[in-house]
């Protein structure tokens, strides 16, 4: 089977709201309208009401409730509001399905992508992009486990007890993998190129033709995630993390480590969307 024949199993391809379609538009763009875009983002009730709780929630509270997504602006900046529209719209753009932890294969990508954007904050790079990008990362598992066939996930399920990682696994049963097929969704949504190989090249950054640095935040931010989950020591993590990818990004191991709480603490704030 090949990734197209994978896709047209879908009965409808998963679509994200508008708005946040948009709101990619503005990364990078210097002149956006960013009242008009907070006004589009109002007239979508769900990520709206998601995004005000959020906003008055004791991680992003400054004191008096919020009560309009322009007084979300105002108070928290358009780029915060922006990460919180994002992580609402992408969360909310895949239906619950059963036999799935939905809770936490959201959780998890909210952590993957507050610490990505925490990383790239330690850089010169875009936070945003690198936020929105992890949080599309591992999309591709939600496609294969929508359209697949339960005996191949029992396949993948037993080849990743044995010791295989997900990419092996799928990779061994399907002929491709996860971030393969997000990278389609990605070009299906019409995302642009380096969104595109970001998810594509997340598996192995540097081996990929051209760099992408988003590829390789997602890359560290996922080792981060699953050491921190694992409740590794920072021995075991500085023997095992990628000093080269690090070294390419200009990331300081000491730094990361620093800001570890912070990291995690945004992610916590971001889970509360799925309640």
């Known amino acids: 089977m090949d990734i197209q024949t994978l896709f047209s199993k879908l009965d409808k391809l998963p679509t994200i709201p508008k708005v946040v379609q948009e709101l990619i538009q503005t990364f990078?763009?210097?002149?956006?309208?960013?009242?008009?875009?907070?006004?589009?983002?109002a007239l979508d009730p769900v990520i709206s009401a998601k995004v005000l709780r959020l906003v008055n929630s004791a991680h992003f509270s400054r004191g008096k409730d919020v009560s309009s997504i322009e007084d979300a602006v105002i108070r928290l900046g358009f780029n915060t509001v922006r990460t919180l529209v994002m992580a609402s719209g992408i969360s909310s753009s895949f239906k619950h399905f059963d036999n799935f932890d939905q809770k936490a294969f959201w959780a998890d990508t909210f952590r993957v992508a507050s610490i990505?954007?925490?990383?790239?904050?330690?850089?010169?790079?875009?936070?945003?992009?690198?936020?929105t990008c992890a949080m599309l990362h591992n999309l591709g598992e939600l496609i294969i486990l929508i359209a697949d066939t339960e005996e191949d996930e029992q396949r993948i399920a037993a080849k990743i007890e044995?010791?295989?990682?997900?990419?092996?696994?799928?990779?061994?049963?399907?002929?491709?993998?996860?971030?393969?097929?997000?990278?389609?969704l990605a070009k299906r949504w019409k995302?642009?190129?380096?969104?595109?190989?970001?998810?594509?090249?997340?598996?192995?950054?540097?081996?990929?033709?051209?760099?992408n640095?988003?590829?390789?935040?997602?890359?560290?931010?996922?080792?981060?995630?699953?050491?921190?989950?694992?409740?590794?020591?920072?021995?075991?993590?500085?023997?095992?993390?990628?000093?080269?990818?690090?070294i390419r990004l200009d990331l300081s191991l000491s730094n990361i480590l620093n800001a570890k709480e912070a990291m995690l603490e945004e992610s916590k704030a971001l889970i509360d969307l799925l309640d």
């Open 213 to 246: 640095e988003d590829a390789g935040f997602i890359c560290m931010a996922s080792f981060f995630n699953h050491a921190w989950q694992q409740d590794w020591s920072e021995e075991e993590i500085s023997e095992q993390y990628n000093k080269a990818l690090a």
């Open 162 to 184: 044995q010791g295989l990682s997900r990419e092996e696994a799928e990779a061994q049963v399907l002929g491709f993998n996860y971030a393969e097929v997000g990278a389609e």
């Open 28 to 41: 990078n763009n210097d002149d956006a309208d960013i009242v008009g875009v907070a006004n589009k983002i």
């Open 116 to 131: 990505s954007k925490s990383l790239a904050k330690q850089t010169s790079h875009a936070p945003d992009t690198a936020f």
């Open 191 to 211: 995302f642009s190129d380096s969104f595109v190989h970001a998810i594509e090249d997340q598996l192995t950054p540097l081996s990929a033709e051209t760099f």
